[in-house]
Each structure stands twice: as C-alpha cells, then as structure tokens.
C-alpha cells in the first residue's frame, strides 16, 4: 500500500515563527504536492516538485516555500506564520506521468495564534 | 472580491437509499477524473477513476459517470451507509507545464441518516 506520512497531525505556533512541514512518502513517486483545505474553498495547491530539488509554484504560494532534496521527502516551510496560515495542510504524492490517482497524507492541522 | 467562509453544498440521504453527487469542470481538454472521499480529520481518499475516452465505470456500489459535451461529471453510491457520510471531491487532470496537475472542486457534505 502507498504510505504518504505527514510530520505531525496538530501543530501549534507562534505569530512569526518559522514552521516546517514534512511529508515522507514510501512509493518512490517523482510528483508530491502541498495543499491547503480551508472550510468552503477546497483544496488549493500551494507548491508541487515533479523531481528532486526542482518546484513549481501553484495557486497561493506567497507565504510559503517548499524543499525537496530527496525523492521520499518534500517539506513545506512557513518563513514568517501568521494567523491567516491557521489551516489544514495536505501533502500528495503521485507517480511521474498522466493519469495517475493522487495518494494524500493525514494532514496536519495548524494554529497559528 | 472573494467570499469566504462559504458552506458546503449538502446532500442529505436516507440509509439504503442510492446517492447521486455531481461534479461540472471547467477544462475541456481534460482527459482524466478522480472522485475522492474525505472523512472528518482524514486525509481524501482514492474512490474511482475514469478516463476520457470511457462514459462510465463501475466499481464496489459505485459508479462514475462522464459526460464530456457537458462538462459534468457523477458519482452514484447505490444503497448508501452511515460510513459513507464524509466530503466527496472531484478532481480534473490537466496538462500544465510542468507536468500533470490535479485541479479539485470543492466539495459537497454526503449525510447518510438512519
């Protein structure tokens, strides 16, 4: 079974603190993604990596950057938290190519108070 | 400017009753579908897929259907569960520059009641 694993499932931090978000997935898949799930907007896509160290922005990127320096890991980094980045985060991961299903992680749902 | 705090579409059932959840997307030039299943506090979960070049497929109570000239896509779940209460999404792939992105909808609440 693909195992996509995400750090921690509640995180709490400060306003102005630097968060790391990881996410480990166990199916040597080439694609991973980060969303954020808001309440009545959906998934939206923050940053997805097709390969190691190479990233692509998606639709709400500023606020955020992401790391992938091995092919199992792709890290999402919160450079200043600010309340308006309290929400659930989700990580995917998918194999190279087209038509292929998206396997998400738990989550991780963060406070930033 | 954008609204927020925007509820859910919801869909309330009776337990034994067939389901019907509908999905329009945007892209004409996607080939490829995805419903997914979100149960509170879990990450979305692989229902069934179904490519372009196929009107319907059926899997364990359920079935997809694709209607390309419309644009619409469905899930029905036959004899509907409690367990089937979550958020059901629907995903579009397209073809972007850097490789094949998922874009999902945003969801409708499925309420199964005894």
């Known amino acids: 079974d693909v195992k996509v694993t995400q750090s921690s499932r509640y995180l709490v931090k400060r306003t102005g603190e630097k968060v790391f978000l990881e996410c480990v997935q166990d199916?040597?898949?080439?694609?991973m993604f980060w969303y954020r799930q808001d309440p009545g907007l959906g998934l939206r896509l923050i940053y997805f990596?097709?390969?190691?160290?190479?990233?692509e922005k998606g639709d709400i990127p500023e606020g955020y950057s992401v790391s992938r320096e091995k092919k199992e890991r792709f890290s999402l980094i919160l450079e200043s938290a600010s309340t308006n980045q309290t929400s659930m985060y989700l990580c995917?991961?998918?194999?190279?190519?087209?038509?292929?299903?998206?396997?998400f992680g738990p989550g991780t749902r963060l406070t930033v108070t | 400017g954008e609204s927020v705090g925007l509820h859910l579409p919801t869909l309330s059932v009776q337990e034994g009753d067939n389901s019907i959840i509908n999905c329009a997307y945007s892209?004409?030039?996607?080939?490829?579908f995805i419903w997914y299943k979100q149960e509170s506090g879990k990450g979305p979960q692989f229902i069934i897929d179904?490519?372009?070049?196929?009107d319907k497929r059926q899997g364990q109570r359920v079935t997809v259907l694709l209607n390309k000239t419309v644009k619409h896509l469905s899930l029905q779940i036959a004899a509907t569960q409690p367990g089937d209460s979550a958020v059901y999404f629907c995903?579009?792939?397209?073809?972007?520059?850097?490789?094949?992105?998922?874009?999902f909808g945003k969801g409708t609440s499925l309420l199964v009641t005894p």
């Open positions: 995917a991961s998918r194999a190279g190519g087209a038509r292929y299903e998206q396997y």
């Open positions: 199916m040597d898949h080439e694609n």
């Open positions: 990596s097709y390969d190691v160290k190479m990233k």
């Open positions: 892209n004409s030039a996607s080939d490829y």
């Open positions: 179904i490519r372009s070049n196929m």
């Open positions: 995903a579009e792939e397209t073809n972007s520059n850097s490789g094949y992105a998922l874009n």
